[in-house]
């Protein structure tokens, strides 16, 4: 679509406003090109590369800024890796995966100055160990252990006011029948064998099970976000209140943030979705860098980097794949 020229000058004027903030005009162009060209050939050229929507003037300046469709073409057949100071990257403790995920969003943050965020590992509805703990009258602590360590609390009430011993029996006869099967199984187990149970003891292993069942249910579409407040230092944002509110309505509903990350852990490596391009990410000027991360080789989940469409896409790229790599080895190492 373009000759070598007009790819050059749009690749140039691209890092220029990535690093500077600022439209670029055809002297700083040149400039920066290393072409010897006249002013008036650089502005036809950036006349032809409006025309095609992949930069845009806007109204209080003569130069120009890259468009969604300018970001796309730089970003897929520009961008060239450079080299990358290392990054100061701390291991992550392989204990519960809730830290592990909490700690990488932090990570992300940390790193690339934007918003970090992570969806927590898909993971098998089955227990490891489930305990009643009496908390006062007819109110218990549900504590059920996942295979994988992660502990899920859920607060109980119930009708009838139950022992010590009425607990212990309620969670010996769970663990000793369904430990390791899905909670929907024990459920229509339960169902079978409540004849065999004394009354209360049933109820109360029901109301568990499906209290257990909500609590599992809700830890699949948990997204973990940090940072958010690293976009009030970004331009982009802190000049335009409406766009700052847009951005942490999104973070604050999480359900476009979960379609966006579904559809990054179905795709190989790195991924680049640019706003305004698409329905995919819901506002123009946010860009998301994401990559799925794997336990033992399978994708069990997805995290990524979410900053204004004028960011240093190779660093994101790079902080990006170190992370999912590093949450994935903490993951896999961190099984019991």
């Known amino acids: 679509m373009?000759?070598?020229?007009?790819?050059?000058?749009?690749k140039t004027l691209i890092e220029r406003y990535i690093a500077d903030g600022q439209p670029v005009?055809?002297?700083?162009?040149?400039?920066?090109?290393?072409?010897?060209?006249?002013?008036?050939?650089?502005r036809n050229v950036m006349s032809d590369l409006e025309e095609l929507g992949l930069i845009v003037s806007p109204h209080t300046s003569a130069g120009r800024i890259p468009t969604s469709r300018g970001y796309r073409l730089f970003v897929d057949t520009m961008l060239t890796a450079q080299p990358q100071p290392e990054l100061a990257t701390p291991a992550l403790a392989a204990d519960q995966?809730?830290?592990v995920i909490a700690n990488a969003a932090q990570l992300l943050s940390n790193l690339s100055q934007f918003v970090g965020v992570v969806m927590a590992p898909r993971r098998s509805s089955a227990f490891r160990h489930i305990e009643f703990l009496r908390l006062s009258e007819r109110r218990l602590?549900?504590?059920?252990?996942?295979?994988?360590?992660?502990?899920?609390?859920?607060?109980?009430?119930t009708d009838d006011d139950?022992?010590?011993s009425d607990l212990q029996q309620a969670s010996n006869y769970l663990n000793a029948h369904f430990s390791g099967m899905d909670i929907e199984q024990v459920r229509l187990?339960?169902?079978?064998?409540?004849?065999?149970?004394?009354?209360?003891?049933?109820?109360?292993?029901?109301?568990?099970?499906?209290?257990?069942?909500?609590?599992?249910?809700?830890?699949?579409?948990?997204?973990?976000?940090?940072?958010?407040?690293?976009?009030?230092?970004?331009?982009?944002?802190?000049?335009?209140?409406?766009?700052?509110r847009r951005a942490f309505d999104l973070f604050e509903q999480k359900a476009q943030l979960i379609r966006l990350l579904d559809v990054?852990?179905?795709?190989?490596?790195?991924?680049?979705?640019?706003?305004g391009e698409s329905q995919t990410v819901p506002m123009e000027d946010l860009s998301v860098v994401s990559a799925p991360y794997e336990v033992d080789g399978h994708v069990?989940?997805?995290?990524?980097?979410?900053?204004?469409?004028?960011?240093?896409?190779?660093?994101?790229?790079?902080?990006?794949?170190?992370?999912?790599?590093?949450?994935?080895?903490a993951l896999s190492s961190g099984k019991p």
């Open 2 to 10: 373009l000759d070598d020229r007009a790819r050059l000058l749009l």
């Open 25 to 42: 005009g055809s002297r700083t162009l040149s400039k920066a090109s290393g072409l010897d060209l006249s002013p008036a050939t650089i």
């Open 97 to 99: 995966p809730q830290r």
């Open 141 to 157: 602590l549900l504590i059920i252990v996942a295979p994988d360590g992660d502990v899920q609390n859920r607060v109980l009430f």
């Open 162 to 164: 139950y022992s010590a």
């Open 189 to 244: 187990r339960l169902r079978q064998e409540v004849d065999s149970l004394r009354g209360e003891i049933a109820k109360l292993m029901n109301a568990a099970v499906q209290l257990g069942s909500e609590a599992m249910s809700q830890a699949q579409d948990e997204v973990v976000i940090s940072g958010e407040r690293n976009l009030l230092a970004v331009t982009d944002f802190s000049s335009d209140m409406n766009q700052l």
């Open 264 to 275: 990054s852990s179905q795709a190989e490596g790195v991924r680049i979705f640019i706003g």
């Open 300 to 329: 069990v989940g997805t995290l990524g980097v979410i900053g204004p469409t004028r960011m240093p896409y190779d660093r994101m790229i790079q902080i990006v794949d170190i992370t999912s790599r590093l949450v994935s080895n």
